[in-house]
């Protein structure tokens, strides 16, 4: 009421875009959008012939895809859970999606735990996105229009919820590192995805928010790359270009089952130096 001088007794839902403005917005994330469109479609699978609508927004609350059964789309209509409407909370006051981008957290707001009157007969259970800068991207929303809707389903509902919305950063911060190869890093007690992207060097070039903070690298924003044994705490052995040379024979020996031939062949020396390499490398014939 203060701070955004909104009237709980509001009755008209909430603010729309128009068809212009949300394909504008829908253009900004359109990869991300494809990437979520699978996930999106899988929760619905399960939560779709309960009273319940799936839906994703931007990280202002603007709503950019939508699932619902056609027996529901009115009434979810009605509420303004639609495409191109806006559920942030200066719109809104506290409400699912609003209030999960303003706290970046996964959160249930059950029916009258809603600011504005005519939202109190639903219930949403909210979880954010980060994108793979650590920057918030979104929120995933299931809103339910049940009269009966207990507690209970609430926080299974919202554990479905967390865990899509986990899985879809996961599968866009791969998009975005579509020639790194990807570390899922031990995360501890943290529940978010804990990924690391390195490059052919082995440097981390890229991490989720999860791993981000796990690791104490940079919040948002462009990493720094550094050594992925720095982070991951393996023991460097030999050092300089000892290392890098024994690590090139190994993977060329190993590939070819041992054949030192073949492994010469592969790293484009003659047999002769590669075996002089090896011993002194120390690796044995």
Same mark, same amino acid.
């Given at each position: 009421?203060?701070?955004?001088?909104? $009237?709980?007794?509001r009755v008209q839902s909430a603010h729309?875009?128009?068809? /212009?403005?949300?394909?504008?917005?829908?253009?900004?994330? $359109?990869?991300?959008? /494809?990437?979520?469109?699978?996930?999106? $479609?899988?929760?619905?699978?399960?939560?779709?012939?309960?009273?319940?609508?799936?839906?994703?927004?931007?990280?202002?609350?603007?709503?950019?895809?939508?699932?619902?059964?056609?027996?529901?789309?009115?009434?979810?209509?009605?509420?303004?859970?639609?495409?191109?409407?806006?559920?942030?909370?200066?719109?809104?006051?506290?409400?699912?999606?609003?209030?999960?981008?303003?706290?970046?957290?996964?959160?249930?707001?059950?029916?009258?735990?809603?600011?504005?009157?005519?939202?109190?007969?639903?219930?949403?259970?909210?979880?954010?996105?980060?994108?793979?800068?650590?920057?918030?991207?979104?929120?995933?929303?299931?809103?339910?229009?049940?009269?009966? /809707?207990?507690?209970?389903?609430?926080?299974?509902?919202?554990?479905?919820?967390? /865990?899509?919305?986990?899985?879809?950063?996961? $599968?866009?911060?791969?998009?975005?590192?579509?020639?790194?190869?990807?570390?899922?890093?031990?995360?501890?007690?943290?529940?978010?995805?804990?990924?690391?992207?390195?490059?052919?060097?082995?440097?981390?070039?890229?991490?989720?928010?999860?791993?981000?903070?796990?690791?104490?690298?940079?919040?948002?924003?462009?990493?720094?790359?550094?050594?992925?044994?720095?982070?991951?705490?393996?023991?460097?052995?030999?050092?300089?270009?000892?290392?890098?040379?024994?690590?090139?024979?190994?993977?060329?020996?190993?590939?070819?089952?041992?054949?030192?031939?073949?492994?010469?062949?592969?790293?484009?020396v003659g047999r002769a130096t590669l075996y002089r390499?090896?011993?002194?490398?120390?690796?044995?014939?």
């Amino acid at each position: 009421m203060e701070h955004h001088q909104l $009237d709980p007794a509001r009755v008209q839902s909430a603010h729309r875009l128009d068809e /212009q403005e949300l394909e504008e917005r829908r253009g900004q994330l $359109d990869r991300f959008l /494809q990437v979520a469109a699978p996930k999106l $479609d899988h929760l619905f699978g399960l939560v779709g012939n309960s009273g319940c609508a799936v839906l994703l927004t931007d990280e202002s609350g603007i709503v950019l895809d939508q699932r619902c059964t056609n027996a529901d789309a009115s009434i979810f209509d009605d509420w303004g859970l639609a495409l191109g409407a806006d559920w942030s909370e200066a719109s809104e006051g506290t409400n699912g999606i609003g209030t999960c981008l303003t706290e970046k957290r996964q959160i249930t707001i059950h029916r009258d735990e809603h600011f504005l009157a005519r939202n109190i007969g639903m219930s949403c259970m909210d979880a954010p996105i980060f994108g793979d800068d650590g920057r918030l991207l979104a929120a995933l929303d299931v809103s339910s229009a049940r009269a009966d /809707q207990t507690a209970a389903y609430n926080r299974l509902i919202g554990a479905m919820v967390t /865990q899509t919305a986990r899985a879809i950063e996961a $599968d866009y911060f791969r998009a975005s590192f579509p020639k790194a190869r990807i570390v899922v890093a031990d995360g501890g007690d943290s529940d978010a995805a804990v990924l690391l992207a390195l490059d052919s060097d082995d440097l981390v070039i890229g991490a989720t928010r999860g791993a981000r903070r796990v690791f104490g690298l940079e919040a948002q924003g462009r990493l720094r790359p550094r050594p992925a044994s720095d982070l991951l705490g393996r023991d460097d052995g030999p050092s300089g270009f000892e290392k890098a040379e024994r690590a090139a024979v190994m993977r060329a020996l190993v590939r070819a089952d041992g054949n030192v031939s073949e492994a010469a062949r592969a790293l484009g020396v003659g047999r002769a130096t590669l075996y002089r390499r090896m011993r002194r490398l120390g690796i044995a014939d």
